[in-house]
Each structure stands twice: as structure tokens, then as C-alpha cells.
């Protein structure tokens, strides 16, 4: 009866605590921080001030045997407390070029074909370079691409028909479309149409081989 009215029995050690508990120095990484609620930089600094914190269920403070070293990234979503970045040495990395992400991809698929590969990376990196976008393709999501071609087992041939970036339409917000077609007398279907085509580029993938070709037809045929 004692163990079931033990409430310590019934909490489960977070990383933090397990760093702070640990025997011996070790890296506690915080990934994503930029993500978390807007509070939880202050709260965590309060902690890593004082490499203790308090467990209000047991009444315990737990504080650190040994001062861990601690990495924290962020991908600058949001801004983070003045407070919090004062206390940190900054260390920025640059994007992965195509030789480095020729190595990341060697780690996650070893068996996969050195032509699809290049062709991909061509595509990838294309598509980073069109100006204007809110949120360019990362590491993560051409991986989960890759993971879709070779599913779907689609042809070299179809990356490399991709639209160039010289050939990308110009993304503009809805105010300038209008202005656009009242100057031009246009409708704005051509560009429109083209533009859904060249945007939806990395959603191809998802679709079968017949999919895929008829994709392919069409962006030729708006190109």
C-alpha cells in the first residue's frame, strides 16, 4: 500500500533531471527551442542559472552533481529574450552544401542511386534559390522526398525536366496580381495556372508514375 501512496513512484526523469542527476559530465542538447511556448526560454533559464530546480509533487530540489554541457538550437521561427541570448555563445551553420548533403543522404539511404541523387539535389536546390518564398525546402523534407521517390520508384527522367529557376513565375501577393491584370487587361489564368504547376513541384512525388507524367505534360505545356 506504501509504494502505491509513494507519488515519486509515478513520475517519470526528464532529460534535464537526468543530466543533473548524472555521475559523470555529460552534453544535454535542447533542440528547437525557438518552438517551445514563449515562456519556456525564461523558465529554462532559471533553471540553467542555478543548475537546479524544484519538483513540486515530491518537494525535492534537484540540483546538479555535475555542471552539464548544454547545446541549444534554434532555427529563429521566433525571437528569443534578450535575457536568454546574453547567456549563450552563438555558433551559426551554414545550410548543408551538395557534397555535405550527398553525406547526409549516404546515412539515412545507402543503397540509393547516385543518379537520382544528383538529379534531386539539382531540383532541391533550385527551388531554394526562388526568391520570395516563406519557407524553403529544409534537410528533413528532402529526405522524406527521397523516401517517396524511391517508394514510388520514379524515374530519373522525371526530375530532370524541372522547370529552372530563370523560368519560375514571380511570387506576388494579391494586391499586385490584381494591379497586374487591371494594367495588363489579362485574366492572370496563364500565369496563374503555371504558377500552381511550378509551386507544387515537390507534392508530384507523392503521386504514381501516371500521375507523375501527366504532371510532367503539363508543366511543359505551361512552361
Not at 529574450?81 to 552563438?90: G, S
Not at 525546402?137 to 528532402?142: A, F, G, H, V
Request: hydrophobic share 45%; glycine share 4%; aromatic share 10%.
Amino acid at each position: 500500500m506504501a509504494r502505491f501512496e509513494d507519488i515519486s513512484q509515478y513520475i517519470k526523469r526528464g532529460k534535464l533531471w537526468e543530466a543533473f542527476a548524472s555521475d559523470e559530465q555529460v552534453v544535454l542538447l535542447i533542440d528547437e527551442v525557438d518552438k517551445a511556448d514563449i515562456e519556456f526560454p525564461n523558465d529554462l533559464l532559471v533553471e540553467l542559472d542555478r543548475m537546479e530546480f524544484f519538483v513540486y509533487e515530491t518537494g525535492e530540489t534537484i540540483k546538479a552533481r555535475h555542471r552539464p554541457i548544454i547545446i541549444i538550437t534554434s532555427n529563429n521561427e521566433k525571437e528569443l529574450p534578450d535575457a536568454f541570448l546574453r547567456r549563450c555563445f552563438f555558433h551559426f551553420i551554414n545550410f548543408p552544401n551538395k557534397e555535405t548533403m550527398k553525406e547526409i543522404i549516404a546515412v539515412h539511404y545507402p543503397k540509393i542511386k547516385k543518379s537520382l541523387v544528383q538529379e534531386a539535389l539539382e531540383v532541391f536546390f533550385e527551388l531554394r534559390e526562388i526568391p520570395g518564398l516563406k519557407k524553403k525546402p529544409s534537410t528533413s523534407e528532402l529526405i522524406d522526398w527521397l523516401k517517396l521517390l524511391m517508394a514510388d520508384d520514379i524515374p530519373d527522367e522525371v526530375l530532370k525536366i524541372a522547370i529552372r529557376p530563370k523560368r519560375y513565375p514571380p511570387l506576388r501577393g494579391a494586391a499586385e496580381e490584381r494591379a497586374g491584370r487591371a494594367a495588363s487587361g489579362a485574366p492572370g489564368l496563364y500565369a496563374s495556372t503555371r504558377g500552381a504547376l511550378t509551386q507544387c513541384w515537390l507534392i508530384f512525388s507523392m503521386c504514381s508514375k501516371t500521375l507523375a507524367s501527366r504532371y510532367a505534360e503539363g508543366a511543359a505545356r505551361f512552361a
